[in-house]
């Protein structure tokens, strides 16, 4: 989206436009007095708001925060205390140094001054040769001026490309592209859950930015609409509405962040929501209709009208058995497992079917996976119908199809939506077996993938398997690819080793290794139950960050997304023509 952006300088560096003590003592008004730091070096970082010339005493009231107090010391107290209550009153104000033109009052700087300076970390700073102060505060004036408008330049070139952007309806992709062409750093786009969904790596960066990124970013709460974490080293704003925040933007900044990085990361985020409007827009109204439906039945069934309104569309609730229904494509070999037509072309194909087997049905896509409800007359076994419409679509698409437990009320709708959801989320990419898989079918796994948003269950997986990532990652080791053959191939050791593709000695070796990092013996009954555990909670937990990351529609790397938009369009267009029964 280059061709979207003004022509302008080159990157803009994230980092406050103040004017430090040390750059100050650094310009030509101020070495012509030949400065010498005597007292609270420590400070010299503070930084200079303006200049406040004084020979006052009480001057503490009256100055700002970052002013740089420029004094001959003429009218300064004789006695240690005054001199230290001084300091004190300027440091109380936040001023960011003071300045003592020698030779008038003193040809020393009082010790007192330099002791409590010092105590205090506020810079003190001895001219040995006499200075304009006038033209001090006038070159330190047009200083500060200068940075200001040329950030305010900066801020407007932010604003002027990224309302480009919004007119373009621009995606995230090219949202990203931006902030990394205007800001030069590191973005990271995650969801809710912290789960990385896109990033851009800035100009020296690499990959191992977004190690452990999970754990890091959890570490990192968002505490107002925009925040500077100086000890992460991150700039972070939130995604969305303030009540329905879907992710957040993360800039790496170590430095404090100028006014042009928050103005362009708060300009993407802003992006970004308006972006996902559009998406929606472009949908179906048949099927903007059914996803609203269904997540109202999900979230408060009780709301006013919303039975009437699913009778009104041709789905009754009332005296029938209801059926949650989730499906999603195979994922394909070396591709990624769910991509935007794909899903659009199952969607299409389970109304399809359902209009064929006469099932009224509420169908849209929801959280990256489609869902249906399906109302089924309560005189019928509910299991055979729903093996009849799975049937249909998979004798055409190769996809997983999960099935929750029936209910026979609006109450019972987001038990059995979940149910069939946690049922396909419990299973592979490419699971074995065809048909319908239910809550029975999946056993260990489906618990797991109920509990896969209790942030225990991660503990515990850390718990369990951090160490051996870790001793993998220093030494090159497949300690936890040991781990994973043992806990599936558990009646065979020499079936373990084959899968790996190593030899028996070598694989006992392996587990020799794996009981002396985790300090356990593989043989208790116990430790085998939760390395079981633990790595299948791992599976279950990586591909639904993997599902989530789909939300967005983005790629799982920060190359060219692809855009399928007028394809999804015209596949649930066809969906909802299919739903009124006008296409047999």
Not at 136 to 156: F, I, S
Not at 314 to 326: D, E, N, S, W, Y
Request: charged share 20%; with cysteine; net charge negative.
């Amino acid at each position: 989206m280059t061709a979207l952006l003004p022509a302008a300088p080159p990157h803009v560096a994230p980092t406050g436009p103040g004017l430090t003590v040390a750059t100050a003592l650094d310009m030509a008004a101020l070495r012509s007095g030949d400065p010498v730091v005597v007292a609270g070096r420590a400070g010299l970082g503070r930084l200079v708001h303006w200049v406040h010339t004084t020979e006052l005493a009480d001057v503490g009231p009256l100055l700002r925060g970052g002013d740089l107090v420029l004094s001959t010391g003429i009218a300064l107290p004789e006695s240690c205390t005054d001199l230290e209550l001084f300091v004190r009153g300027l440091e109380a104000s936040d001023a960011a140094g003071l300045v003592i033109e020698l030779g008038r009052r003193w040809t020393i700087v009082p010790p007192a001054l330099v002791d409590m300076c010092d105590e205090l970390a506020l810079p003190l700073v001895a001219l040995r040769r006499e200075v304009r102060f006038a033209a001090v505060a006038q070159a330190v004036g047009e200083r500060l001026v200068h940075g200001q408008l040329t950030e305010l330049r900066a801020v407007q070139r932010v604003h002027d490309a990224f309302t480009d952007l919004s007119l373009a309806e621009a995606g995230p992709d090219q949202v990203l592209d931006a902030v990394l062409q205007l800001v030069g750093c590191t973005v990271v786009l995650e969801d809710a859950h912290h789960r990385l969904l896109d990033y851009r790596l800035g100009p020296g960066d690499t990959a191992t930015h977004l190690a452990d990124w999970h754990s890091r970013s959890r570490a990192c709460p968002l505490e107002a609409r925009t925040t500077w974490d100086p000890a992460a080293g991150w700039l972070l704003t939130r995604v969305g509405r303030a009540d329905r925040a879907w992710g957040r933007l993360v800039l790496h900044s170590p430095q404090q962040p100028a006014a042009c990085a928050v103005a362009a990361l708060e300009r993407a985020a802003a992006a970004l929501t308006v972006h996902s409007l559009h998406d929606r827009r472009r949908d179906s109204m048949v099927r903007r209709t059914h996803a609203e439906l269904l997540a109202g039945l999900s979230v408060d069934p009780t709301a006013p009208d919303l039975v009437r309104r699913c009778e009104l569309i041709g789905v009754p609730l009332t005296r029938r058995t209801l059926v949650g229904v989730t499906a999603r494509p195979v994922a394909r070999a070396g591709g990624d497992p769910l991509r935007a037509d794909d899903v659009a072309t199952v969607l299409a194909a389970l109304v399809h079917a359902a209009a064929e087997e006469r099932v009224p049905a509420l169908v849209a896509v929801l959280d990256g996976q489609v869902r249906a409800l399906l109302s089924i007359d309560p005189g019928a076994d509910a299991d055979p119908v729903v093996d009849a419409l799975a049937a249909r679509v998979l004798r055409r698409h190769d996809v997983v199809v999960g099935a929750g437990q029936v209910t026979s009320s609006a109450g019972g709708v987001a038990r059995t939506l979940g149910e069939s959801q946690h049922v396909v989320d419990s299973l592979g990419p490419a699971p074995t077996g065809s048909g319908v898989h239910r809550m029975q079918d999946v056993h260990l796994r489906g618990l797991l993938s109920m509990l896969a948003e209790d942030d225990r269950l991660l503990h515990f997986v850390s718990r369990e398997l951090d160490p051996l990532r870790e001793h993998d990652a220093r030494w090159g080791t497949c300690l936890l690819d040991a781990v994973r053959a043992l806990v599936r191939y558990p009646g065979s050791k020499s079936e373990a080793a084959a899968s790996l593709h190593v030899s028996r000695p070598a694989f006992y070796d392996r587990l020799a290794k794996v009981e002396r990092v985790l300090g356990v013996h593989l043989d208790d009954p116990d430790i085998r139950v939760s390395l079981h555990t633990a790595v299948v909670a791992d599976e279950v937990l990586g591909r639904q960050a993997s599902s989530k990351n789909r939300m967005q529609t983005l790629p799982s790397s920060p190359r060219a997304m692809p855009t399928n938009t007028d394809r999804v369009s015209q596949a649930w267009t066809a969906a909802s023509v299919w739903n009124r029964g006008e296409v047999r």
